[in-house]
């Protein structure tokens, strides 16, 4: 993960949150971020689901 792609675990629920404005765009950044943070979600065995989300009013460009 990196500052533009969190991840937030609530009981067994990951939030992938990704907040590049103005409007999410996929770059390099996003795509290393995404891929270390769903990793870091794989290796969780107690985490059941993944929610994606990104920040703002857009939900992803590119």
Do not use: H, Y
């Not at 939030?15 to 290796?43: E, M, Y």
């Amino acid at each position: 993960m990196n500052d533009i792609v969190t991840v937030e675990v609530t009981d067994d629920i990951a939030l992938v949150i990704i907040s590049n404005p103005p409007v999410n765009a996929i770059n390099q950044k996003v795509r290393s971020g995404l891929i270390t943070a769903f990793q870091t979600v794989d290796q969780d065995n107690n985490i059941r689901a993944v929610v994606l989300k990104c920040a703002g009013r857009t939900f992803m460009a590119g």
